[in-house]
């Protein structure tokens, strides 16, 4: 079965740090863009950052610029999400994706999602 599972999640205080992973599981990430997107409680899904399929290539939303940092690790089929200076407003349900090649800002061009992983920013 062709999936994604993003791990890492939890809860942190303001100012805290986590790690978010989403593993690529029945196939190489290889070929893949990875999308990080989240929805908070009565909110639209929302685009967080994505990375290319080569790791040249990665954007943010204005949201988490300067905060958040996507990286990939093709030989460990990988893409992480090093969320940190994390506040309140970052609380969501956080989910990757996956589509080939390029990057989109648009969900909805994404093949394979994962289930998603809680972060809960609270002190």
């Known amino acids: 079965q062709l999936q994604v599972v993003e791990s890492g999640g939890g809860l942190v205080q303001p100012g805290g740090s986590l790690r978010l992973s989403c593993a690529a599981s029945?196939?190489?990430?290889?070929?893949?863009?990875i999308g990080w997107f989240r929805q908070a409680p009565g909110k639209e899904r929302e685009g967080v950052s994505c990375?290319?399929?080569?790791?040249?290539?990665?954007n943010y939303g204005d949201s988490v610029k300067g905060r958040f940092t996507i990286s990939r690790d093709n030989a460990k089929n990988t893409v992480y999400l090093q969320m940190n200076s994390l506040k309140p407003e970052d609380t969501a349900v956080y989910y990757c994706?996956?589509?080939?090649?390029?990057?989109?800002?648009?969900?909805?061009?994404?093949?394979?999602w994962g289930q998603g992983t809680q972060v809960t920013v609270s002190s």
């Open positions: 994706a996956a589509r080939i090649m390029s990057c989109s800002s648009r969900p909805g061009l994404y093949d394979y």
């Open positions: 029945g196939f190489t990430l290889d070929y893949y863009a």
């Open positions: 990375i290319s399929s080569s790791g040249r290539s990665a």
